[in-house]
Structures are given as C-alpha cells and as structure tokens.
C-alpha cells in the first residue's frame, strides 16, 4: 500500500492512496498554553470516530503526549492522559536514532532513518522490512510521473493506525532535530500538493 504525503509537512497533510482516496488527515492546532497539538484522523461516521490519536508535542518543560490511540503502548501517566512518546517509541541504545516500539500484535517493531534510503520499519525478530517513507518517482495513479514522498507498507500483522502514527512522531522529530526538511523531504515538487508539479524526471 503506498500513501503519499500530501502536502509533504507530518503536522498538517494528508495521506492519500496513488487513485487519491484520502486514508488519513493530519492537522495541528496551537492550545492557549501555547503548545501544538496534531490531531490524526481517518473517514468515520462521525468526528469522534475520526480519531486515530492526539499527539501533544512536548517543549523543554513538558514531554511529548500520545492520546486518543488505546492501539498505543507505554507507561501511562493519570487515566486518559495519554502515553508519554517517548515510552511509545523508545530507546534501546544511548546515541542511536533508531526507535522502537511494540505492536498491537505484541512484536517489536523499529523504525530507523537511513542515508539515502528513507525512513525504514523493520520487524526486529525477522528483519523483514514493513514499511519504508521515501522521497521518489510515482509510476502509476493520480501523482504518475511525479516525485513525491510516499509511505509504502507492506501486508503485515501489526495495524495500520500504529504504522502511521508512529511515522508522522518519527517524522515530525527528525524535521525538528535536522532543523527542518531532511534529505528525503526537501525537494516536493507540489510541495503544497495542488497538483502543480512539473512531472519530475
């Protein structure tokens, strides 16, 4: 299943097959305490079905939150408040960029940025690659013959929902730390994703 990103930006896009059905839309807000809150959310009957999960983003005195999403796993803080993103998407070694994170099928999962690969989700018992986010040349559907960034995944067992949230957290704080696009997101050519791309090549 391939999702391009649409515009390339993981606080406000849409993620949206190659024949242009939208899967997931992804939008931010700013609360009057100032801190930006990115709302995911699929087509459902009503908005509050929407949600797939909140993630208020942390600040030097706060820690990143993931709300909304019982798909997600780590030390919860009070009831409803959410799982901290950091115990989500945690650590297994000081300096790596790598995180890790466990699926609603209990296997461990790990996402990892690669140089001029992508961002790349392998199952860690197997190895076996389940999704890659890359920056390249669409062949067929509504963005034929455009580079664009696209999430690919693979049939697995783990769900979706995880899959793409766990993403747009990788995403959104590597953008943060790097400063801004990355490699593999700087160079959209409908960077506002109306359609208006040269056709790459």
Not at 28 to 34: D, E, N, Q
Not at 75 to 101: C, T, W
Not at 102 to 120: H, P, Q, S, T
Not at 184 to 198: F, I, V
């Amino acid at each position: 299943m391939d999702l391009f990103l649409v515009p390339n930006n993981p606080e406000h896009t849409v993620l949206v097959s190659p024949n242009g059905v939208a899967h997931y839309q992804v939008s931010t807000t700013k609360t009057s305490h100032g801190r930006r809150v990115t709302t995911i959310q699929r087509p459902a009957e009503s908005v509050e079905a929407s949600v797939v999960a909140e993630v208020d983003w942390g600040n030097f005195e706060n820690p990143t939150v993931v709300r909304r999403c019982p798909l997600v796993r780590g030390r919860s803080l009070l009831p409803d408040e959410g799982v901290l993103a950091s115990d989500f998407l945690y650590k297994k070694y000081q300096f790596s960029s790598s995180r890790y994170f466990l699926g609603d099928d209990a296997i461990e999962y790990r996402w990892k940025f690669i140089k001029g690969v992508g961002c790349v989700l392998i199952r860690v018992d197997t190895k076996e690659e389940i999704a890659r986010y890359s920056f390249a040349l669409s062949k067929e559907g509504l963005y034929a013959g455009e580079r664009k960034s696209r999430l690919n995944i693979q049939p697995c067992s783990v769900e979706l929902d995880l899959i793409v949230v766990s993403f747009l957290i990788m995403l959104k704080k590597k953008r943060e730390k790097s400063g801004g696009d990355h490699l593999y997101c700087a160079h959209d050519e409908d960077p506002q994703g109306d359609g208006g791309g040269d056709g790459g090549g």
